[in-house]
Nanobody
Framework: QVQLVESGGGLVQAGGSLKLSCAAPGSIFRGGTMDWYRQAPGKQRELVATITASDSTNYADSVKGRFTISRDNAKNTVYLQMNSLKPEDTGVYYC?????????WGQGTQVTVSS
């Protein structure tokens, strides 16, 4: 069973920073696109950031300039550096690895930003 494992969530005050990590099997990580999603209570899951196998990135408008997605190919790990956090960034953050032939999700990690 394929597992993507997120870590790094926690409680932080507004204006603070957190760095999330997602470790994936090499077969998933090397060829696919890696995404970070988040889901706030009572809301739909939304795409936060994307990085392709060729390191092309894209961000939701709400996090541009504050969040940075990156990948370490040697560690098969994707990161989400989150700066200037706001209470509205609170939610469960999920990692997703996908390609045309597969689509895998992690179990999620909670991020709570207090005002």
């Amino acid at each position: 069973q394929v597992q993507l494992v997120e870590s790094g969530g926690g409680l932080v005050q507004a204006g603070g920073s957190l760095k999330l990590s997602c470790a994936a099997p090499g077969s998933i990580f090397r060829g696919g696109t890696m995404d970070w999603y988040r889901q706030a209570p009572g809301k739909q899951r939304e795409l936060v950031a994307t990085i392709t196998a060729s390191d092309s990135t894209n961000y939701a408008d709400s996090v541009k300039g504050r969040f940075t997605i990156s990948r370490d190919n040697a560690k098969n790990t994707v990161y989400l550096q989150m700066n200037s956090l706001k209470p509205e960034d609170t939610g469960v953050y999920y990692c997703r690895g996908w390609y045309t032939t597969y689509n895998y999700w992690g179990q999620g990690t909670q991020v709570t930003v207090s005002s």
